[in-house]
């Protein structure tokens, strides 16, 4: 078919065969898929590009792009994969959609389990580290998984059948197995520090040194770690002619971040970040064939991606805020919220003292509320129509604070309190650089809309609007799609419809953001929410050159929303309390988020073929070129008025083109061979990578001028290849 020429499929076999493990790393093999830093790039595109779906539920998180949920390895049914050129009924993003079926129930019961551990036979030495039966060099990462599951029919119900799995895992490092050299320093070697208080006994001078002695053995790096459980399950009801499918996913972890720099061994090992994340989803598939040329597919899904960070000994809540910054509780401390920072160590550095409490505590969480329907109906032999619609349905909440100056804030409050410098919930806040999107400004409740609270003007309190209520996206699509079959020609004709909703109000003129009362953006400023509806057609054809090659080509346009975090609209970013100090604070060098960005757009042309060679092998060239215009980017946006000086928003003004051949090669198993491989050769241009790229323009320059010509992206990999050789004995 036309719009399945690029469709690359990975099943479980090949999982198990294949030295990986998850989605991501089965992505990392497929054609024109780049990973930099972690961020997946599809035929040179931003990492943002790529639509992830598990079992049917979008599961692509709207801040950042990124795959939001957790599965287990061994529950992979399959993965399919479009690059480019999908047809009217994808929408989203502009270059993949990923997507992950999970196993189902089997006709007859069936109970497996594995263990995979390189830290079962370790051995611990003060020198050498963790090794493996304490051979040398062989170094253990903590890497442990345990995982068990069971499928088959529900008993007295041959017709019900359920598939679950369960995962525990503990891994020794964030962010997989790296190897530490080693560090070493001599008990001699000190650093000092020289503090004046500030507090109750302000003026007291402390003259301290601190002593870098350590000796940090090769193997792990030093501190961190992730132990998590998730769970996969799904009860599939199939009674002719209707077919039910009920599932969800759960998982929980908690992690610390390690260290790389020796200068944090003293430190992050004890009081590194602690961060206690998860997701979950459930969704509800109806699949009902009317008769034999005509069936719809319809969908309900819920999704939840959350996290929580801060200190790993303090508690979390605002009565043990004050904690933070005590001395009696962190005796790192040398004064009330102040640290200690010992400096002229080796190479005359600067370090924390031992024991420092972390600064911010804070949570994020992303809830999604989705329906999709798909009817499909066969029209004779010639036309296939398919149409149908989807609507996602974004809840996001944020929050965050310092709470190690918690304890300091208490005290400039008091300090003034029956004055009138007094401060209210709002002023005692601010000092805080507190964000609350969705949540009361103690960060303790939910909230569904906007806050009013009362700031101290003269003395007196005046009511202002937080706009703290949660951001509220809304994606939603409809399309229609004939696949015309004729005797020597395959045509995909479509036309999707996207309606976009930023889920934040906007604003009038980013010029005029008048100022309203104590440094908070007026309410004239503000208008409804910024909304997109774009039509976008795509077409593809296919016909046999040969008996053996067909030649395929396909024509797109595409859309995709803007990112919700602090390089797109915002949502998931500062919050209104802070942006408003960016914006009319001065001194900051700060990229503002835009909740006018309008989406991204890009058109994509593709041609190539593919020759079969029999029924055991197939060879695919295929040439793309995309053009993609609106990427989001840092502009200085000077203003009309005298209120603020110029920030440095985020503008719909990068643009950027690609264009590249991709090679893939599948032989299927003859007898103990089967090969697969797959090479790309692409340049990737544009005026740049991802939305900060020009924040040095910005900041350094009075007239900046921004880049107009192409030249290569940070992500810009000129050849990609893959080969997999499996020959079985």
């Known amino acids: 078919a036309a719009s399945d020429v690029y469709k690359r499929q990975v099943r479980s076999e090949d999982i198990a065969n294949l030295p990986i493990r998850g989605t991501g790393a089965a992505l990392n093999l497929l054609p024109g898929v780049v990973n930099v830093g972690g961020n997946i790039h599809v035929r040179g595109g931003r990492s943002t590009e790529m639509a992830y779906h598990v079992d049917g539920v979008n599961v692509t998180l709207p801040s950042n792009g990124n795959n939001g949920l957790s599965i287990i390895n061994n529950s992979i049914e399959e993965i399919t994969y479009h690059a480019g050129g999908f047809g009217a009924e994808y929408g989203g993003r502009m270059s993949g959609q990923l997507f992950t079926t999970l196993k189902t129930g089997t006709p007859k019961y069936h109970f497996g389990a594995e263990l995979i551990s390189d830290d079962f036979w370790a051995t611990k030495s003060e020198t050498e580290g963790y090794r493996i039966l304490g051979i040398n060099k062989l170094y253990s990462y903590g890497y ?100 039910v499918k009920l599932g969800g996913t759960f998982n929980t972890q908690r992690y610390q971040e390690g260290t790389r720099d020796p200068r944090n061994f003293l430190v992050t090992p004890v009081r590194a970040e602690l961060n206690k994340s998860g997701n979950y989803s459930a969704y509800l598939q109806l699949t009902h064939i009317i008769n034999p040329s005509t069936f719809y597919t319809l969908g309900l899904n819920y999704f939840n991606n959350h996290d929580e960070y801060g200190d790993p000994i303090m508690g979390w809540s605002p009565e043990d805020w004050p904690k933070w910054g005590d001395p009696v509780y962190n005796p790192a401390l040398v004064d009330t919220s102040r640290t200690r920072t010992f400096s002229h160590g080796p190479g005359n550095f600067d370090i924390t003292a031992p024991g420092t409490p972390t600064y911010w505590y804070g949570k994020d969480k992303t809830e999604m509320m989705g329906a999709k329907l798909d009817f499909t109906k066969q029209f004779g032999t010639t036309h296939e129509v398919k149409f149908g619609g989807e609507i996602n349905y974004y809840t996001l909440r944020r929050y965050y604070v310092g709470a190690r100056d918690y304890l300091k804030r208490l005290a400039q409050k008091e300090a003034v309190e029956g004055t009138p410098s007094y401060m209210t919930d709002w002023d005692f806040y601010r000092g805080l650089n507190t964000c609350f999107v969705g949540y009361d400004i103690t960060g303790q409740k939910e909230v569904s809309k906007d806050e009013m609270y009362a700031t101290n003007v003269g003395g007196k309190d005046v009511m202002i609007n937080a706009h703290n209520g949660p951001g509220h996206p809304i994606y939603a699509g409809a399309y229609i799609r004939d696949r015309i079959e004729l005797r020597d020609l395959i045509i995909n004709a479509g036309l999707r419809l996207d309606y976009i909703d930023n889920g934040v109000p906007g604003y009038k003129d980013l010029r005029t953001l008048t100022m309203g009362t104590n440094g908070t953006i007026a309410d004239e400023n503000f208008t409804d929410n910024k909304t997109f509806l774009y039509l976008s057609p795509r077409l593809g054809f296919s016909f046999p050159v040969t008996d053996r090659v067909i030649f395929h080509a396909q024509y797109g346009k595409y859309i995709q929303a803007t990112r919700s975090d602090m390089r797109g609209t915002g949502i998931m970013s500062y919050g209104y309390m802070r942006i408003t100090q960016f914006i009319y604070g001065g001194g900051y060098a700060v990229q503002v988020p835009n909740p006018n960005l309008k989406p991204e757009k890009q058109t994509s042309y593709e041609f190539g073929f593919k020759e079969n060679f029999g029924n055991i092998a197939s060879l695919d060239l295929t040439a793309f070129y995309k053009d993609t215009r609106d990427y989001t980017t840092m502009r200085v946006v000077f203003p009309l008025v005298t209120d603020y000086r110029a920030p440095y928003f985020n503008m719909n003004q990068d643009f950027g083109t690609i264009k590249g051949l991709s090679f893939t090669f599948n032989l299927r198993r003859i007898q103990r061979i089967q090969v697969m491989a797959n090479y790309t050769y692409s340049i990737a241009k544009g005026t740049g990578s991802e939305p900060r790229s020009h924040f040095d323009i910005c900041w350094t320059e009075s007239t900046p001028v921004f880049p107009t010509v192409l030249g290569r992206l940070a992500f810009d990999q000129r050849h990609k290849g893959w080969i997999d050789f499996d020959l079985r004995f």
Do not use: C, H
């Not at 601190?210 to 998730?230: C, E, V, Y």
């Open 144 to 243: 442990d998984d345990y995982v068990a599951w069971a499928s088959g029919p529900l008993p007295g119900a041959s017709n019900v059948r359920f598939y679950v799995a369960g995962q525990r895992y503990y891994r020794g490092q964030v962010g997989g197995a790296r190897r530490f050299e080693g560090f070493s320093e001599d008990s001699s070697v000190v650093a000092t520090g020289k503090f004046t208080t500030a507090g109750k006994d302000a003026g007291t001078v402390i003259d301290d040194t601190l002593s870098l002695g350590m000796n940090i053995p090769p193997g792990r790096f030093p501190g961190g770690g992730q132990a998590g459980w998730t769970i996969n399950g799904n009860i599939v009801w199939d009674k002719k002619p209707f077919r």
